[in-house]
């Protein structure tokens, strides 16, 4: 199975501090990436989906790049609202989905 | 507008048996596949099974293949995920999602506590 590491696993920011979080696949899975936030008690919502495609209604202060085993998701500046937690996940689809173990950000 | 609803948590003894359903509406059933995600308390995201849209590919965790089972009904909108054997471990919120690029719907999640 292809296994996602997610890296930091906290990151400490302020609000307008540009915010970079990587997740590397164990083997190259194109560009089948998607990018989620979570709040406590909330379900995750996707930002962004096919390793760089902004999801509908999110702010453009997201963004994601990369493709085969190297990715980013980037918060150009971060507001109040993007205090959460991060997570990848590879979603190739003849093997199992799996995500990052996610990275939560923190105000510093 | 896209509603997904699980239904069928609650508490279970370990070594019992459990079967989480996942009511869909909204858009058109037939044409998505849908994943069962979990979550631990204060844990991260797991994933734990896919299946596809026709019912035709199933994908699961190593952490539950040969306990769960997914299903899918598409003339009744529904996924099931049958848990056997169940042990603390599989304490979680379980999540269904619609499953396209990314999943972009959730439902609220069902709690499964396996506790004595």
């Known amino acids: 199975d292809i296994q996602m590491t997610q890296s930091p696993s906290t990151l400490s920011a302020s609000v307008g501090d540009r915010v970079t979080i990587t997740c590397r696949a164990s083997?190259?899975?194109?560009?089948?990436l998607a990018w989620y936030q979570q709040k406590p008690g909330k379900a995750p919502k996707l930002l962004i989906y096919?390793?760089?495609s902004l999801q509908g209604g999110v702010p453009s202060r997201f963004s994601g790049s990369g493709s085969g085993t190297d990715f980013t998701l980037t918060i150009s500046s971060l507001q109040p609202d993007d205090f959460a937690t991060y997570y990848c996940?590879?979603?190739?689809?003849?093997?199992?989905?799996?995500f990052g173990q996610g990275t939560k950000v923190e105000i510093k | 507008q896209v509603h997904l609803v699980e239904s069928g948590g609650g508490v279970v003894q370990p070594g019992k048996s459990l079967r989480l359903s996942c009511a869909a509406s909204g858009f058109t059933f037939s044409n998505y596949g849908i994943q069962w995600v979990r979550q631990a308390p204060g844990k991260g995201l797991e994933w734990v099974a896919i299946?596809?849209?026709?019912?035709?590919?199933?994908y699961y965790a190593d952490s539950v293949k040969g306990r769960f089972t997914i299903s899918r009904d598409n003339s009744k909108n529904m996924v099931y995920l049958q848990m056997n054997s169940l042990s603390a471990e599989d304490t979680a919120v379980y999540y269904c999602?619609?499953?396209?690029?990314?999943?972009?719907?959730w439902g609220q999640g069902t709690l499964v506590t396996v506790s004595s």
């Open positions: 299946i596809w849209y026709d019912g035709s590919n199933k």
């Open positions: 999602a619609r499953a396209g690029s990314g999943s972009d719907y």
């Open positions: 096919r390793a760089s």
């Open positions: 996940q590879q979603y190739n689809s003849y093997s199992p989905w799996t």
């Open positions: 083997q190259s899975i194109s560009s089948w």
